[in-house]
């Protein structure tokens, strides 16, 4: 039997949220996991560091209290995170979801060196990080999925020299063409056209939301610096930046980006055009990985952790783990086992729906991936549609 013929990415999700809905465990807290620790913490919930008890493997559990979680929104995320899994720059998403009487809940891989908080990298992680990140935009562009919260905390980290990062939260992605209100989004990060958005007025996502916060994210991992509050006048950076990008004949670029050599001014130009029609895709970057980032000026404080620009910083963080003799990283000696408030959370098994977006474009080929979807998961999905 052929999976059937799925007209369009929406109608696809949808059917992929009845399923996972339909499977859902509904368990109480069982012996099967031990809670070790919280790895981090956001506005929809905590993501703790958790341990199979009979099979001692470490996996990241996400845990949405139901009291602030829609149903739909759980499942949401939880479907797009195991479609993006196909792919490496994608934190993969483990075939563990269910719910328990307060919380939905769904586990991860771990990412043992946390997120890219740890920030003002030198050059060459800088392009290590955006050569993965941009191939991870444009897998999901091509599915037409538009994240909305690019950020340095949604960047996850496998060894401290950025050799492996990959993209997390998926919680306010949505597909393309979706009506968005003012405000969604992280401050800092937000294009100007949202910004400028009025309370009443809604924007049609477009992946050009995505590649502003990239070249954001590039700017911060530059310099540790954000390059504005906010991308709107009378934000004194940004007007200057708005001004340095109007310009006909550019002049001489505003202080923070004189940090950056030619080569890297025109790729961010590219990246934070203001018109969103004639931003460059983010892939765009790999044009400029061969090419001289850091301005020659400043090319000796390379390495010694980064330059330091002027505006917020973004928070630091040290890193987890020191690099091995071998040149691999030596991973972080797991915490001693302790139970937090009593029984430990229970993780139910449930099939792994998986996730075929209709009109996806190739992949590109300089990056290892997992198969699109495994000889089991197809059988899985074969096997929940006929149900259906
Ligand atoms: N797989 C993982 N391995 C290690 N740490 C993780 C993992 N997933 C998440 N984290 C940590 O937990 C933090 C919060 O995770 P996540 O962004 O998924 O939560 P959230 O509630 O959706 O946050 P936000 O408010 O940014 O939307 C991350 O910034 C990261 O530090």
Known sequence: ????????????????????????????LQEQYTIIKELGSGTYGNVLLAEHRERGTALALKLMPKERTERRAFLREYCIALCLSAHAGFLRT???????????????????????????????????????????????????????DIKLDNVLLFDCECRRVKLGDFGLTRLEGTPVCAMSGTLPYAPPELCLLEASETL???????????????????????????????????????AWQNSTVPGEA???????????????????????????????????????WLASSLRELDGAGGLRGQGKR??????????????????????????????????????????????????????TRRPWLSGHLVHWVRLQLMLC
Request: hydrophobic content about 40%; overall charge negative.
């Open 1 to 28: 039997m052929e999976l059937p013929e799925v007209e369009d990415n929406a109608e696809f999700l949808e059917r992929l949220m009845e399923v996972t809905s339909r499977s859902l465990p509904q368990l109480e």
């Open 94 to 148: 483990l075939p563990i979801v269910f719910e328990s009487p307060t919380h939905f809940a769904f586990a991860q891989e771990l990412a043992p060196a946390g997120d890219l908080c740890a920030i003002g990298l030198p050059e060459a992680q800088v392009k290590r990080c955006a050569a993965q990140l941009a191939e991870a935009l444009d897998f999901m562009h091509g599915k037409a999925l538009v994240h909305r």
């Open 204 to 242: 049609e996502l477009d992946a050009s939301l995505d590649v502003w916060a990239f070249g954001v994210l590039l700017f911060c991992l530059g310099t540790g610096c954000f390059p504005w509050d906010v991308a709107v006048s009378p934000d004194p950076q940004f007007e200057a930046f708005g």
């Open 254 to 292: 505003p202080a923070p980006w004189r940090a950056f050599g030619p080569a890297a001014q025109e790729m961010f130009r590219r990246l934070l055009t203001l018109d969103p029609n004639r931003r460059s895709p983010a892939i765009e970057v790999h044009k400029y990985l061969p090419l001289v």
């Open 314 to 367: 973004p928070k630091h963080r040290d890193c987890p783990y020191k690099i091995g003799t071998s040149g691999h990283p030596t991973p972080p000696p797991l915490p001693v086992l302790e139970r937090r408030g009593g029984a430990a959370p229970n993780i139910g098994e449930a099939g792994p729906p998986a996730l075929n977006i209709a009109g996806a474009r190739a992949p590109q080929e300089n990056i």
